[in-house]
């Protein structure tokens, strides 16, 4: 009698398990159906709406707001071109700053700790704090340009030429946020073995060599990782260049991010925001997938 | 032949002093270069701070002084006291506060639970859902936010606090945290949760009083990730918030400007100061639970 209860106990136990653990996750799930994955959804339904922000005017649209974003509206192709142009100059730099910062701070020596709080600061330093600071030193005749003059040299007028204006967008993030794939790159780096490094400089090799043949190969998955979290996150840049450059000047760092806000709620045309909003979805979509490819492909290898 | 003796000595002596010195650089030159290497580099990181900070302290023709000037001239510490005058500065500072906690505490409970729920707790589906969990980790706020926008106005929710405190809780950043939650249960023992249910314990008192104790590194993480999201976020407030009164601290850093929209240097930078102060105040006491709570999250991404 006990020898066939002990089962059915045990699996109303399981099942009162399972209920137990649908409760736990309920908050979340509810939340994330409503609050993430339902908007996901609407805003494609959106994107094929005119949809007036101030008179709450709702009207089918089929797909006029694609023509307007590929055939009449001048601003998106050049808001494209802008988002491009911040990702492609963003990540390498962030990277390469963030690859020498943390190689030069996993030396174990007196002071790095400062050296890394300092790095790390603007992380958590909110963008408004950080961009009000830098708007000042951007200006015509102050801060930057003052130390430029101190060395002959002319500044621009950053914040005011289009392409020093992106620029300066630019750097100033890579400043702002660097910091996080510094400590990235350097708890990958101090999980590296040492003995390669060691075995190596016996067998004569010189610390480039050592650094090209031997670090940068073992790094290679967490770089990868980094930089396609990189990417995606340079596209979501908006509070930065909202306060920055507010898109200007004459819509030169203006990206996707940006232009859909803009759109949504200074044009209060969320239905094209939507539809513009789509684009970035696929775009992020596309980033994601190429990441998951290649991590694939390189856990595969590593095994 | 004394006197040659002693200039020899001499020389010898000189020879190595001047030797130890060369020998200290030759043999900490790579030492010396990389701290000339990592002064050079910390200047953009250390100056925009320092100018922060300094002047906040300086009437407003100072600020524009040239030459730059490194340190306040006067200290004018009535910067301090405008930023009260000017606009409900403390309100704004309360709202930010309260607003922070909230999305902290939600954030740790929802997180928790489904993170626990997800590592430890068999039912069908379970993989599924985190999948696609996971996926919200890679949706900007920024497409989202037009039909939630639209949502909360249908729901009457504009101009009120409410998004701002729900979305980071159950959006995006809540994921994170639950993320991370998962991962350091997956790294308790579990022969410890055994012993609690052989106890005759339930499946909340194993959760409560064996794996959430045991998790309260993943927790401080959380916690001051969550934080410091609510305390910085700035698309959130922008789109939901119109009203002065209920501004957070961004916003109103933001609108400290004169009627020609220009901003008013000096009380800007003493408000971006004391906004700023706790958060490196806090980072500079806990900075390696600080810097560890970023790494963690972002290897997970």
């Given at each position: 009698?006990?020898a066939?209860?002990?089962?059915r ?30 908007p ?45 142009a ?6 390498p ?14 030396r174990?020596?007196r ?13 958590i ?11 000042f ?16 040299i002319?500044?621009p007028n950053?914040?005011r030429e289009?392409?020093?204006a ?16 510094m ?33 940068l ?12 979290l990189t990417?995606?996150?340079s ?5 930065h260049?909202?306060?920055?450059t507010?898109?200007g ?19 209060f045309?969320?239905g094209?925001?939507?539809?513009l ?7 992020v979509?596309t ?5 998951w490819?290649l991590?694939q492909?390189?856990?595969y290898n590593?095994? | ?14 020879r190595s ?9 030759a043999?900490?030159k ?12 910390s ?9 922060m ?21 006067t200290?004018r ?5 405008e930023?009260?005058?000017?606009q409900p ?6 709202n930010s ?8 505490i939600?954030?740790l409970?929802v997180s928790?639970l ?9 039912f069908?589906?379970?993989?599924l ?15 989202t ?5 639209t ?7 504009i101009?009120?606090?409410?998004p701002?405190?729900?979305l ?9 945290g639950t ?6 249960f997956?790294?308790?023992?579990i ?5 609690g ?5 339930t ?5 409560w ?18 934080f410091?999201?609510s305390?910085n ?12 009164d209920?501004?957070?601290?961004p ?13 008013l ?12 102060l706790?958060?490196l ?7 390696r639970q ?7 999250s972002?290897?997970?991404?």
């Amino acid at each position: 009698m006990h020898a066939a209860q002990a089962p059915r106990h045990r699996r109303s136990l399981a099942r009162q398990d399972a209920a137990i653990g649908y409760l736990f996750v309920a908050p979340q799930m509810i939340g994330f159906f409503l609050f993430v994955l339902g908007p996901i959804l609407a805003v494609f339904v959106f994107s094929t709406q005119h949809r007036d922000l101030l008179t709450g005017v709702v009207e089918p649209a089929g797909l006029a707001n694609f023509q307007t974003m590929l055939q009449t509206d001048r601003t998106f192709p050049r808001v494209l071109a802008n988002s491009l142009a911040f990702t492609v100059w963003l990540v390498p730099l962030n990277l390469c700053l963030a690859l020498l910062l943390a190689f030069l701070l996993t030396r174990k020596l007196r002071g790095m700790i400062f050296f890394r709080t300092l790095f790390f600061a603007p992380v958590i330093t909110s963008t408004v704090a950080w961009v009000i600071v830098w708007r000042f030193l951007l200006q015509g005749d102050q801060g930057i340009n003052q130390f430029l003059e101190g060395v002959g040299i002319q500044g621009p007028n950053w914040l005011r030429e289009p392409n020093w204006a992106m620029a300066s967008v630019i750097v100033t993030r890579v400043l702002k946020t660097v910091g996080l794939n510094m400590i990235i790159f350097m708890s990958a780096l101090q999980n590296i073995p040492r003995e390669y490094d060691e075995a190596a400089s016996v067998d004569g090799a010189n610390g480039w060599q050592i650094f090209f043949r031997i670090t940068l190969p073992q790094l290679a998955p967490t770089i990868l990782v980094v930089m396609v979290l990189t990417v995606i996150g340079s596209l979501q840049v908006f509070d930065h260049i909202l306060l920055m450059t507010n898109g200007g000047p004459a819509n030169a760092t203006s990206v996707l991010i940006f232009y859909i806000w803009f759109q949504a709620f200074r044009v209060f045309d969320m239905g094209y925001a939507s539809a513009l909003a789509v684009v970035l979805f696929f775009i992020v979509l596309t980033a994601t997938v190429i990441q998951w490819v290649l991590r694939q492909r390189f856990i595969y290898n590593e095994r | 032949m004394n006197a040659n003796m002693i200039s020899s000595t001499h020389l010898r002596e000189e020879r190595s002093l001047m030797g130890q010195i060369s020998l200290f650089i030759a043999k900490h030159k790579n030492k010396l270069l990389l701290y000339l290497l990592l002064s050079a580099l910390s200047i953009p990181f250390l100056f925009p701070f320092w100018w922060m900070f300094t002047s906040a302290f300086k009437p407003a023709n100072d600020i524009f002084a040239y030459p730059l000037t490194l340190l306040p001239q006067t200290w004018r510490l009535e910067n301090f006291a405008e930023v009260f005058a000017f606009q409900p500065f403390a309100r704004h500072y309360f709202n930010s506060l309260y607003i922070a906690v909230l999305v902290t505490i939600g954030t740790l409970i929802v997180s928790s639970l489904s993170g626990y729920a997800f590592a430890r707790i068999r039912f069908p589906g379970s993989n599924l859902l985190f999948l696609l969990l996971l996926s919200a980790l890679m949706m900007p706020t920024e497409v989202t936010i037009i039909p939630n926008f639209t949502f909360m106005q249908a729901l009457g929710l504009i101009d009120t606090h409410i998004p701002l405190i729900i979305l980071p809780i159950l959006g995006a950043n809540g994921v994170v945290g639950t993320f991370l939650m998962r991962q350091y249960f997956l790294g308790i023992p579990i022969d410890l949760e055994e012993a609690g249910f052989l106890d005759g314990m339930t499946r909340w008192g194993v959760f409560w009083r064996i794996a959430l104790p045991i998790a309260r590194p993943a927790l401080v993480a959380v916690t001051i990730l969550t934080f410091l999201y609510s305390w910085n976020s700035f698309l959130e407030p922008l789109v939901f918030i119109n009203n002065n009164d209920l501004y957070t601290l961004p916003l109103s850093l933001r609108s400290i400007t004169d009627e020609y929209g220009q901003s008013l240097w000096n009380i800007q930078l003493a408000a971006t100061v004391l906004t700023v102060l706790p958060v490196l105040l806090i980072y500079a006491v806990a900075q390696r639970q600080v810097v560890e709570s970023f790494a963690l999250s972002g290897t997970k991404g």
